[in-house]
């Protein structure tokens, strides 16, 4: 896996390096001088969409357990997002961080489902503004092959619906994975305790059918989470010159989107967001030079924001080297379901 993950890496560093060539570096530089104090007004608006993202994952706690302030679920969800840009885990590492940091506050197995909960729904949001972002893509760039493509893509987004509405339906996924786990002899350390998967499976899949407007809400937010995209392409384009309607700024982000899913496995999506943007704007007509500048001021802000991320993430280290009541206790509790109560 490092092997590939170093290849893809080299891969995206060659992809954005060949792409600053053919367009030019002086044409690059000249797209970012455009934007200039601007990109306060880009990075300020980010905040929108970590709220709604982070009110998403509040309406996935179980409702007895929802008794984390929204200011500590809006930190922790910075600092999760910044592992998950800069470790190569396929935006996993930063979601163990988030269940971390929130077994300090509810019940493991609680903390647990409910990242596990937040990063399906955020998964089925991406569906839902995909499948809205098509019709206003199709309107603009219909062609029969591309018909052929968004007929694929809407009939695996269709069958990775089925398979989350099978596994909700079963009421036992993860005791099914557990099992399967159990008998292939791996992650013992995970798996002996069987308990704490039936928690999971309750936690999970039992919320879709115990709160289901808890489930329908958090969806919501993470959607209008990734609406704020739209606007930052909006606002992006319009300092770059290059104004463009609210429905073309729609398919951009709509096509982003689904380039970040065919390609989460590449690390801080090297290459691919720039790569992106570039072959999006050829696609709708545009100008690629502008497409892979927008790429490259959206790279900024996402590096600007891991930063405080990071920061956040320090300062929950720090306070547990003080003892405090927010510790983080990555290096002297495993992460496995069901380990017990937070500590009083």
């Not at 490092?2 to 044409?27: D, M, Q, T």
């Not at 398919?251 to 982003?256: D, N, R, T």
């Not at 570039?278 to 996402?302: D, H, K, S």
């Amino acid at each position: 896996m490092k092997i590939l993950e170093r290849s893809l890496l080299v891969a995206g560093v060659l992809l954005f390096i060949w792409l600053v060539y053919n367009i030019g570096p002086s044409a690059l530089l000249h797209h970012l001088s455009l934007v200039g104090g601007g990109f306060a007004i880009i990075f300020a608006q980010e905040i929108m969409a970590f709220l709604f993202n982070t009110l998403g994952w509040r309406h996935a706690i179980r409702p007895t357990q929802r008794r984390v302030a929204l200011r500590d679920l809006f930190a922790m969800r910075m600092a999760g997002d910044a592992v998950n840009y800069i470790t190569p885990s396929a935006s996993i590492g930063g979601e163990f961080v988030k269940a971390r940091l929130l077994q300090r506050m509810i019940p493991t197995a609680e903390a647990v489902g409910s990242v596990s909960l937040a990063a399906i729904n955020q998964f089925l949001s991406q569906i839902v503004f995909i499948l809205v972002s098509i019709s206003f893509f199709s309107a603009q760039a219909l062609t029969p092959a591309i018909a052929r493509l968004t007929w694929g893509v809407g009939g695996f987004i269709a069958l990775i619906c089925a398979t989350l509405f099978y596994l909700g339906w079963r009421r036992n996924a993860f005791q099914q994975i557990h099992a399967f786990l159990v008998r292939r002899g791996w992650f013992h350390q995970w798996t002996k305790n069987g308990d704490a998967w039936r928690k999971l499976d309750e936690s999970i899949f039992g919320s879709f059918r115990n709160h289901p407007l808890d489930s329908v809400l958090s969806v919501l937010f993470f959607t209008l989470g990734w609406g704020m995209g739209v606007i930052e392409i909006y606002l992006i384009l319009y300092y770059l010159q290059v104004p463009v309607g609210w429905p073309t700024a729609i398919a951009i982000e709509g096509l982003s989107i689904l380039v970040e899913i065919s390609f989460f496995y590449v690390p801080a999506k090297i290459g691919t967001q720039e790569g992106g943007k570039y072959f999006i704007f050829m696609l709708l007509g545009l100008n690629p030079g502008t497409g892979l500048a927008l790429g490259v001021i959206r790279r900024l802000r996402e590096i600007a924001w891991t930063f405080l991320g990071l920061l956040v993430f320090g300062y929950y280290h720090y306070v547990s080297r003080q003892g405090g009541i927010l510790e983080f206790v990555a290096a002297r509790r495993p992460l496995t379901p069901g380990s017990g109560d937070p500590p009083q």
